[in-house]
Structure formats: C-alpha cells, structure tokens
C-alpha cells in the first residue's frame, strides 16, 4: 500500500469514528427530550414496580408524554442522573429524596439537588429537577392526584 492509500484510509477511518462516537449521543438526546422517562431503582424492585404503574397512567390519560419507567442500579445512580441533566424525573424513597436534597448521607458526594415533589406515592416519591418546567410538572401531578390508585402489590404489602 502506498503512502497516499494510508493517508486516504486514516483520514476515512478517523471521520467514520467521528461520526459513529457523536451519532448516538444526538439520538439519545433526541430520544429523552421526545418522552417522559422516570428513572427508578433497580436495587428496589418496588420503586420500578411502580414506576412502571406511573408511567402507564401518563401515558394513558396524558399521551403526549409517551412517559416510560427505566432503571439505574439505586438511588446514588439516579441522583447522578438527575444532577448531570440526563434524566428529569425520579421515583425515589421520601427519605432519599430529601438526603438528596439536602446533599447528605450517602448523596454528599453529589452536593445537594434541588428537586421539587410531583407526586407523593406512599413511602416514594415522583420528584423532578426544581427547574423542571412548570408547563411541564402541572399537568402530571394533577393527573395523579386525580387518577392514582396504587397497584394491588403495593396495598398488600402495606406499601
């Protein structure tokens, strides 16, 4: 191979993987702006549980929101989430939520994240960035407050 076939092929391959390493951060921010994505814990099986059951109210009574439940591995990872902008709304446990808040416990070493209370889910809680819009925040806590019934799993084990 020639010197100029090397130059060709470098420069081909050095675009390619410009191309490839920006292209799927663009769909996923493309993809997270389009839907309401609530991001629950899968240290807790409950908190996804019902995350899945928010999200399917929202996506019924409010389609527009095409809201769907996903997991980080617990509460630190979703404060993580949630402090760097890549997700908005969280369900997590009331008292993780304030530690959050207040950026104590096991979330000092994030600082503290102002979040604002959407919804109170028996010992959980919906929260949001407090810069969540609030065009965007109404219309989700008034479809709660007025359409929430707590899955069957959650009466029976006392929440």
């Given at each position: ?22 292209s ?39 389609p ?5 439940a996903t997991?980080a ?10 402090a760097?902008d ?5 369900i ?13 416990g096991r ?15 028996g ?28 899955p069957?799993?959650?009466?029976d084990?006392?929440?």
């Amino acid at each position: 191979m020639d010197r100029r076939t090397a130059v060709r092929l470098l420069a081909l391959a050095v675009a390619a993987g410009g191309v490839l390493g920006h292209s799927p951060y663009r769909q996923w921010q493309a993809y997270r702006k389009s839907r309401l994505i609530i991001v629950t814990s899968a240290a807790d099986a409950a908190s996804y549980r019902l995350g899945e059951a928010v999200a399917a109210l929202l996506a019924r009574e409010l389609p527009e929101t095409r809201a769907l439940a996903t997991r980080a591995p617990d509460a630190v990872g979703i404060v993580k989430l949630l402090a760097s902008d890549q997700l908005e709304v969280a369900i997590l446990a009331a008292e993780d939520a304030r530690a959050a808040a207040d950026g104590r416990g096991r979330f000092a070493g994030e600082g503290a994240l102002p979040l604002r209370t959407l919804a109170v889910l028996g010992r959980y809680e919906l929260v949001a960035r407090a810069d969540f819009p609030d065009a965007r925040a109404e219309p989700i806590a008034r479809t709660l407050a007025a359409h929430w019934q707590p899955p069957q799993a959650f009466e029976d084990a006392g929440r």
